[in-house]
Each structure stands twice: as C-alpha cells, then as structure tokens.
C-alpha cells in the first residue's frame, strides 16, 4: 500500500473535493481520482460515494476506517523522518564503544572529550576490558568499535590509530638498568610483570619472548599500568608497555630504556565489524579519530 495514495485520500476528505485536494498535493484532478479508484480496487471497498460531477462527496464506513489507520501510517512516517533527521544530525542516538584500560587515556580520551563537545545528545556506553574481549565484543555486536592492538583477524575492519615503540621498565637498583637500551633475551632470567587476561599484549610479549628461545616468568597480573610499575619500583621484577604509557605514569625508582632484539611494538587501531551498518555516532567518532591521527 503506497503512502502516498493514503496521503491523497486524507487530503480529498479534508477538502471535500477532488478538485481542491488536487491543488493541495499538486497533480491533475484525473491522476488523483484514478489513484483514489485503484485504492478502493486493491482494498475491496467503497471509500467515497461521489454525488454528481465530483461534489457532494461522503465518506463511507469503510473511508472512515480506512481514514483513521491512514493518519496513523502518515503520522507514524513523519516520526520516523523526524528521528531519522535527529540522528542524522546526531540529536539523538548512541554509541556503543569499548576501550582497554592501556592507552586510552592517552589516545582516547582527548577524542571522546571533543565528541561529548560536540554532540552532546549522543548517549555514550562504555566498555572497558582487554582487546581480545573487545574484539569478541564487537564481533558478537555487543559493541560497534573498540580499540585493541594488531594484528587483527580478517573479519575486521580498522582505522589504525598510533604505532609506539616498546620501552623496558626496571627497578633502578637492577644490573640491566645502566645499559642504554635492553635486548629482548638479556629478560630470560627476570621476572616481568605482566597484564592480566584478556589484553591482547600479553600473547605478544610471550610470542615474542619464545622467538628469542625463553618463556617469559610472570610474577603477576595487572589491569592497570601505573600500579605496573609501582610493583616494577618494588623490586617486584621488570615490565614491558608502550612509550606513551610508560611516559604518562612515570614512577620514582623506575628507569625506561629503548627494547631491542625483537619487533615487538604496540600498534592501535580502531575496529568494528567487516562490512557492518554503523551508526551515525559511530561513524562521527571514527571521523574525529581520524582527525586527530590523519596517519592512520
């Protein structure tokens, strides 16, 4: 049924008469009484009896119901233009996001500060776990975009973010501390602090300590770095994590040095869903994300 055949049979009712009612929606009085007859003919009533030469005209019962769903269809249209308008302009909507707790003060949080700036209506559910969990997340729409490292599996697609090299974080009391950058292997023997379940770093750092021929000794788990490397200040052992994170949570009795021997390195990137529908809220905050780091 064409809306908006059921918007010229509202019109001919208000107007009493075809002839006016063809003004309104501006088409030939002929084209808009066939248009009435093929409406009756596909529902199988009368929805007008007509007096002569097209005045007169009465409503039946049959037009009075077909008339009040007919406003209801119409009324029900305009909501779903003037919705679709707010969430185009982003008045109105959400977006579902899910962020590691590794990084994303430093890369996203300047991002979602101007995205709450500039649409302030969007409503903003945040996720926050290990990438591998955002993935997952994001793969079973529980979430449109998450942050998470590479590489990525095929089923994804990315905006890359911020490529950082990996820095060593040592006690300053430790023999490896004076050195100006550390190899990878020279690690065999210390105990690294690592991260906890769920953050896709820590399946690098081990893939990359069993590359040089050890397997990393983990003397614990940790969800957040600034505690990381208080443990690391204790003496608990060393800890491998990103320049900018390392940087941000600089900690007394705690020496950075370059890592080398290896290609391990921290590599952000956007995802969502390959081939996915995102919202219009998704697709602004990927906009500003590429704004802030037009490299990638």
Avoid at 171 to 182: D, F, K, N
Avoid at 257 to 283: E, H, I, K, N, Y
């Amino acid at each position: 049924m064409d809306l908006r055949v059921l918007k010229y049979f509202e019109e001919v009712v208000q107007s009493g008469s075809f002839a006016r009612a063809a003004e309104r929606v501006h088409i030939t009085q002929p084209a808009l009484s066939k248009a009435i007859h093929q409406l009756e003919d596909e529902l199988g009533v009368v929805l007008l009896e007509r007096g002569k030469r097209g005045v007169g005209l009465k409503v039946t019962a049959a037009g009075e119901l077909v008339l009040e769903h007919a406003r209801q269809l119409l009324a029900g249209r305009a909501r779903l233009l003037a919705d679709l308008q707010d969430m185009t302009a982003l008045q109105r909507g959400e977006l579902r996001l899910g962020l590691p707790p590794l990084g994303s003060g430093e890369i996203f949080a300047p991002i979602l500060a101007r995205f709450r700036e500039q649409y302030p209506a969007i409503q903003l559910s945040l996720l926050e776990r290990g990438g591998e969990e955002l993935a997952a997340a994001v793969r079973d729409e529980q979430i449109e975009l998450a942050a998470t490292i590479l590489p990525l599996r095929e089923d994804m697609a990315m905006l890359f973010v911020h490529d950082d090299p990996i820095r060593v974080a040592l006690p300053r009391s430790h023999p490896l501390a004076g050195q100006s950058e550390i190899a990878l292997g020279a690690l065999a023997e210390t105990p690294l602090v690592m991260f906890e379940h769920g953050f896709v770093l820590n399946r690098l750092i081990r893939e990359a300590c069993q590359s040089v021929g050890f397997t990393p000794r983990e003397v614990a788990r940790i969800g957040q770095p600034g505690f990381g490397l208080a443990l690391v200040a204790a003496g608990a052992g060393a800890m491998l994590l990103p320049d900018i994170v390392a940087q941000r949570h600089a900690v007394e009795g705690v020496v950075l040095r370059p890592l080398t021997g290896s290609d391990l390195r921290w590599r952000l990137a956007l995802v969502w869903r390959q081939g996915a529908s995102l919202s219009f809220a998704a697709r602004a905050f990927i906009a500003l994300t590429r704004q802030a780091h037009p490299l990638g």
